[in-house]
């Protein structure tokens, strides 16, 4: 071996003995004492937490010292932390005991609520409390084998058998929903603006209901009468639904068959509706007296076992001629020139015309549509006024009621009604 070799391996174990003997000296802080980097904070916690002398201490999660000594007190532990010189950790900060990781590895953390001043310096004390500690193994291992052995086994039997049920052959449906899933999250992540959109409204509608709350009870109560008499309804609603078929289909081909008449059988209706539309106030008073005279005026027949009625025109009342031209102005028939038409129109009053469109009542809706002549028959007094009898006497109609009271002897009242009027 050369002298250039031997020099060049003694300068190597040199310098790696140097090098380990600086790490080590770091790590367990003999170069922070003898500089005097860094500062020493104190720590007191009800207890351990599982850390030890040389865990870490960190700043949310950033390495920022480690604990380098550990004492026991009446009232838990103490510990002495070293903390690095540029470091600026508020004195109102929190700290936890985490895990570093599955095998136990417990680190100090601190967690301020914000940043500003003042920050810890030599001798600073930070005081923790039991939310400050995780939970101890042993006491949850004790708290789950309490709350397994409380748990029915029957009743666990059952769950786990019933489960057994639910997800048997179910493996593509869940597989299809993982897969649904993953696909609706990145479908909101790809839309994040309209996801926070949304579920703003969905809070803005789930206050309403909430405000709605009443109501939507009311409502569920009403659908569970509503969907009882449906229930109990249930064979008639078969029948319908069961016969609504065939009806549609028979009730489209009378339409089909009725196709070219339909049309305008509908038009003559509409021109005979707007006839009853403009006499609508005189079918009224025809449909109320009616009835009136045709009970007034029956005549018993017993030869075939029926009763009848004869309605005959009164002739003795004359042709109203007051507002037409006499018969010496009238137009030779064969004069076919155009000519002013004469506003022909019967002038007379009762009894004269009494079915004419003059005495038509007001039409209801239009109370400036004035009334010709007043004397139609009123419903609450069964009177016409201005119409009289030929003795003089009020025309009145009266309802006859129910004769079926009288059983047999109903044909008697013809007689003995007008008397009794």
């Known amino acids: 071996m050369s002298r250039g070799v031997r020099i060049r391996l003694m300068a190597f174990v040199v310098l790696s003995a140097v090098g380990i003997t600086y790490i080590t000296a770091s790590y367990l802080g003999f170069i922070d004492r ?23 201490v960190t700043y ?15 009232d838990g532990i103490e510990l002495e932390l070293a903390i690095e010189e540029e470091t600026e950790l508020p004195t109102d900060s929190k700290m936890y005991v985490h895990n570093l990781s599955a095998v136990g590895e417990q680190y100090l953390d601190f967690q301020p609520e914000d940043e500003e001043a003042p920050y810890a310096e ?28 409380s748990v029915d086994k029957q009743s666990l039997r059952v769950v786990v058998e019933e489960l057994g049920l639910l997800f048997g052959d179910t493996g593509r449906d869940l597989q299809a929903l993982l897969d649904n899933g993953s696909l609706f999250v990145e479908e909101a992540t790809a839309h994040t603006d309209e996801t926070i959109t949304l579920l703003r409204n969905g809070l803005t509608v789930l206050r309403t209901q909430q405000g ?25 609603l078969r029948k319908v639904l069961s016969s609504t078929p065939g009806a549609a289909r028979e009730l489209q081909k009378l339409l089909e068959d009725l196709e070219p008449t339909l049309p305008a059988l509908f038009s003559d209706l509409v021109t005979v509706d707007q006839v009853v ?8 008073q025809l449909l109320v007296t009616y009835p009136t005279l045709m009970a ?52 007379s009053g009762p009894p ?47 309802q006859t009621g129910n004769m079926s009271v009288l059983g047999g002897d109903a044909w008697k009242w013809l007689l003995v009604g007008p008397v009794a009027r």
Not at 40 to 56: D, H, I, M, R, Y
Not at 277 to 284: F, H, P, Q, S, V
Not at 307 to 332: A, E, F, K
């Open 296 to 347: 007034g005026g029956p005549t018993g027949s017993t030869r075939d076992g029926w009763g009848h009625i004869n309605v005959q025109m009164d002739y003795s009342v004359p042709p109203c001629t007051d507002g037409y031209l006499p018969p010496s102005r009238w137009r030779s028939p064969h004069d076919l020139t155009d000519t002013q038409y004469f506003p022909a129109q019967c002038n």
């Open 352 to 398: 004269y015309v009494m079915r004419g469109p003059k005495y038509v009542p007001a039409r209801r809706g239009n109370a400036s549509t004035p009334r010709v002549y007043s004397g139609v028959y009123d419903p609450v007094t069964g009177t016409v006024p201005g119409v009289r009898d030929g003795e003089g006497r009020q025309v009145q109609f009266r």
């Open 212 to 236: 709605q709350k009443e109501n939507i009870r009311s409502f569920a109560r009403d659908l569970a009468t509503l969907t009882a008499a449906l229930r109990g309804s249930d064979k008639d």
């Open 122 to 149: 030599d001798g600073t004390v930070f005081h923790g409390d039991e939310s400050s500690l995780p939970v101890d193994e042993a006491d949850l291992l004790v708290d789950l084998d309490d709350f397994v052995g």
């Open 277 to 284: 539309l403009a006499n609508l106030d005189g079918l009224e």
């Open 60 to 74: 949310r999660g950033v390495k920022i010292g480690k604990v380098t000594k550990m004492t026991p007190t009446t």
């Open 34 to 56: 003898v500089t005097g980097s860094g500062h020493t904070v104190t720590a007191t916690l009800p207890g351990s937490g599982g850390l030890f002398e040389g865990s870490e």
